[in-house]
């Protein structure tokens, strides 16, 4: 017996179980005796080592070792002459080097199972979470963007400057109800008779262009707008005047902040 057919015949674990033969258990505590590293290295119980590790006593069968008992009498018996039970110390070993049985691969399967779907039902809960998020403000959004009629009407006096303000030169906050905003664009200060508007939203896009608008005697130009009709937000607002030509020159700019 050597340590290849040890590994390939199992012959640890028939020895625990008592499967082997008379013959083969007993040549196999002989080689365990005779290369203690080798047993050294066996993944066994240190007391089941120690028994291994025992000279024979005399007066055996075969001069080498007494006769083993059958798998069953090995399970039976309790405790020896040196405090070795058979029977706790198979099961020792087949708990701490033993393969997973089918039925505790069935546990481990199921748990990893069910901690794959816990976490699906976690990522799941949040993905509904943060949909459920974007269509309260997307509803939000539409209920402010829909034009709505008016319930008053306001007058307001815009005076433009010279290039494009950085921040609103009218704030009137968001309007609620709306309500329809009569603006009055002073021009005195030009020498055009018509002009051409432009509202464009700030970070945004174009909302509408008017052109040909006439000032009146004041020399203003008077322009109504249903302030739902645009949303929260900042709104550019470019005065162009025409040449004699029918060309564009820019008079002013003012800013309208609804939000």
């Given at each position: 017996?050597?340590?290849?057919?040890?590994?390939?015949?199992?012959?640890?674990?028939?020895?625990?179980?008592?499967?082997?033969?008379?013959?083969?258990?007993?040549?196999?505590?002989?080689?365990?005796?005779?290369?203690?590293?080798?047993?050294?290295?066996?993944?066994?119980?240190?007391?089941?080592?120690?028994?291994?590790?025992?000279?024979?006593?005399?007066?055996?069968?075969?001069?080498?070792?007494?006769?083993?008992?059958?798998?069953?009498?090995?399970?039976?018996?309790?405790?020896?002459?040196?405090?070795?039970?058979?029977?706790?110390?198979?099961?020792?070993?087949?708990?701490?080097?033993?393969?997973?049985?089918?039925?505790?691969?069935?546990?481990?399967?199921?748990?990893?199972?069910?901690?794959?779907?816990?976490?699906?039902?976690?990522?799941?809960?949040?993905?509904?979470?943060e949909l459920t998020r974007q269509l309260k403000?997307?509803?939000?959004?539409?209920?402010?963007?829909?034009?709505?009629?008016?319930?008053?009407?306001?007058?307001?006096?815009?005076?433009?400057?010279?290039?494009?303000?950085?921040?609103?030169?009218?704030?009137?906050?968001?309007?609620?109800?709306?309500?329809?905003?009569?603006?009055?664009?002073?021009?005195?200060?030009?020498?055009?008779?018509?002009?051409?508007?432009?509202?464009?939203?700030?970070?945004?896009?174009?909302?509408?262009?008017?052109?040909?608008?006439?000032?009146?005697?004041?020399?203003?130009?008077?322009?109504?707008?249903?302030?739902?009709?645009?949303?929260?937000?900042?709104?550019?607002?470019?005065?162009?005047?025409?040449?004699?030509?029918?060309?564009?020159?820019?008079?002013?700019?003012?800013?309208?902040?609804?939000?």
């Amino acid at each position: 017996m050597d340590r290849d057919y040890i590994e390939h015949e199992h012959i640890v674990d028939r020895y625990l179980s008592g499967d082997l033969t008379v013959r083969e258990a007993r040549e196999f505590e002989k080689y365990c005796l005779e290369n203690p590293d080798f047993l050294g290295s066996l993944p066994i119980p240190v007391r089941l080592k120690a028994r291994l590790a025992r000279h024979p006593v005399e007066a055996t069968e075969t001069g080498m070792f007494q006769a083993i008992p059958s798998s069953a009498a090995r399970v039976a018996m309790e405790v020896n002459e040196e405090g070795f039970d058979a029977a706790q110390e198979q099961d020792e070993w087949h708990r701490r080097y033993a393969p997973p049985t089918p039925s505790r691969l069935l546990l481990w399967g199921l748990g990893i199972a069910l901690i794959l779907a816990l976490g699906s039902i976690v990522a799941y809960a949040m993905h509904a979470s943060e949909l459920t998020r974007q269509l309260k403000q997307l509803r939000h959004d539409s209920k402010q963007s829909l034009l709505q009629p008016p319930a008053s009407v306001q007058s307001y006096k815009l005076q433009l400057t010279p290039g494009q303000p950085g921040q609103a030169t009218l704030a009137l906050g968001w309007l609620q109800p709306p309500q329809l905003l009569e603006l009055s664009i002073d021009t005195a200060g030009s020498r055009y008779s018509q002009f051409q508007i432009t509202i464009d939203k700030v970070d945004g896009g174009r909302i509408m262009q008017i052109r040909r608008m006439a000032s009146d005697s004041n020399k203003e130009v008077r322009l109504g707008l249903n302030s739902s009709a645009f949303g929260p937000g900042e709104f550019s607002l470019k005065v162009d005047g025409y040449t004699w030509r029918g060309q564009l020159e820019t008079v002013g700019w003012a800013r309208l902040a609804l939000e």
